[in-house]
T-cell receptor, first 113, second 112 residues
Framework: NAGVTQTPKFQVLKTGQSMTLQCAQD?????MSWYRQDPGMGLRLIHY???????DQGEVPNGYNVSRSTTEDFPLRLLSAAPSQTSVYFC????????????FGQGTRLTVV | DAKTTQPTSMDCAEGRAANLPCNHS???????VYWYRQIHSQGPQYIIH???NNETNEMASLIITEDRKSSTLILPHATLRDTAVYYC?????????????FGTGTRLQVTL
């Protein structure tokens, strides 16, 4: 069972570069979300989606874009990477509309130099 | 969403019960208590949730006080693999879409 799959697992970017973090789930969940986790801190919500074509901002959305063209995929785009975006990024999906019992991916460790 | 307070860290001997407390004194009537854990470098894992009755599943038990201002997650026979950061989260089960608000949690160290 694949569950929630994130790619890549590791990435190094130069300041100003853009990239897309991929997230795919095979559980037909409507709700998906992106979090970031900085060292020694809890997770903070970046963006979320309650279904294909619907997205909304979380706690820390600046510098990130998302789209949800299919139920399965929820990519996170960094428009112009900054060192402050160095973090571990987690994607999650949930079988209920409110993202409560969430299944998380294994994370993408991003370093911006 | 209501704020939660957890101890920063706890130790537990392998094979013993691990009791992790959480205070949520401002919890409102429609808010559930959720527990997640994060094993080092992995994504968080859902453990259990409850409203006001005690709950048990294959992983843990959740005890919520009668006034619902605090709760305890119980791992009945802790193993080394239970070493993780445990997050207590309070949020409504229904309504607007989620914001699972993760604090800094309790770092549980299970030792031999």
């Amino acid at each position: 069972n694949a569950g929630v799959t994130q790619t890549p697992k590791f990435q190094v970017l130069k300041t100003g570069q853009s990239m897309t973090l991929q997230c795919a789930q095979d559980m037909n969940h409507e709700y998906m979300s992106w979090y970031r986790q900085d060292p020694g801190m809890g997770l903070r919500l970046i963006h979320y989606s309650v279904g294909a074509g619907i997205t909304d901002q979380g706690e820390v959305p600046n510098g990130y874009n998302v789209s949800r063209s299919t139920t399965e995929d929820f990519p996170l785009r960094l428009l112009s990477a900054a060192p402050s975006q160095t973090s571990v990024y987690f994607c999650a999906s949930s079988p209920d509309p409110w993202g409560t019992e969430a299944f998380f991916g294994q994370g993408t460790r991003l370093t911006v130099v | 969403d209501a704020k939660t307070t957890q101890p920063t860290s706890m130790d537990c001997a392998e094979g013993r019960a691990a009791n992790l407390p959480c205070n949520h004194s401002t919890i409102s009537g429609n808010e559930y208590v959720y527990w997640y854990r994060q094993i080092h470098s992995q994504g968080p894992q859902y453990i259990i949730h409850g409203l006001k009755n005690n709950e048990t599943n294959e992983m843990a038990s959740l005890i919520i006080t009668e006034d619902r201002k605090s709760s305890t997650l119980i791992l009945p026979h802790a193993t080394l693999r239970d070493t993780a950061v445990y997050y207590c989260i309070v949020r409504p089960y229904t309504g607007t879409a989620s914001k699972l608000t993760f604090g800094t949690g309790t770092r549980l160290q299970v030792t031999l």
